[in-house]
């Protein structure tokens, strides 16, 4: 019926018989749509099967999107199942429970690291008949301690920018 049709498919040609770009042709050839080495009427006939299965939503990138979001609300799913595993074994721990508790251990350590630290003064001092020059003790001791007192800080920081709740098992 159409003899031109049973012809070798050119890209340029076939893209002209169907209303697409060469580079469409292209895309879709690599895509496996059209076939490479096929005659204009098997290329249509495999370009028309495209079109009706994206028309009926079997085929397509919405069908890839689709697949993608289907995908990610599954990992969503399985990332709040966990989640509640570790809330239900107490694994976890809310940021505003632990938050007290890391403060008073700061000061705690802060007061204990102190009194260790008078007493090593001390017992150089009496030992080699020295003063240990308090600027010194200070200059070295005062970023240990800014650094414990900011932990409890840093750590509900660190929560809120996560789920709010600390993991107990890291």
Not at 13 to 20: A, N, P, T, Y
Not at 30 to 41: C, L, V
Not at 145 to 156: G, L
């Amino acid at each position: 019926m159409f003899d031109c049709l049973d012809k070798p498919a050119t890209q340029t040609g076939f893209g002209r018989l169907v209303g697409i770009t060469q580079q469409a042709v292209s895309q879709h050839q690599g895509k496996g749509t059209i076939p490479k080495n096929g005659s204009y009427i098997i290329c249509l006939l495999a370009y028309i099967e495209h079109l009706r299965k994206e028309a009926s939503g079997r085929g397509g990138n919405e069908q890839e999107a689709l697949a993608r979001a289907r995908t990610r609300l599954a990992e969503i799913d399985a990332d709040n199942k966990e989640l509640q595993f570790h809330r239900d074994v107490k694994n976890l721990i809310p940021v505003q429970e632990i938050e007290p508790i890391l403060s008073s251990w700061a000061i705690s350590a802060r007061s204990e690291f102190m009194h260790a630290l008078e007493r090593i003064i001390a017992g150089i001092e009496t030992k080699h008949g020295i003063t240990v020059d308090p600027e010194l003790i200070d200059e070295h001791t005062s970023a240990a301690f800014e650094s414990i007192a900011a932990y409890p800080t840093f750590a509900a920081q660190s929560a809120d920018e996560g789920d709010g709740e600390m993991d107990t098992a890291a």
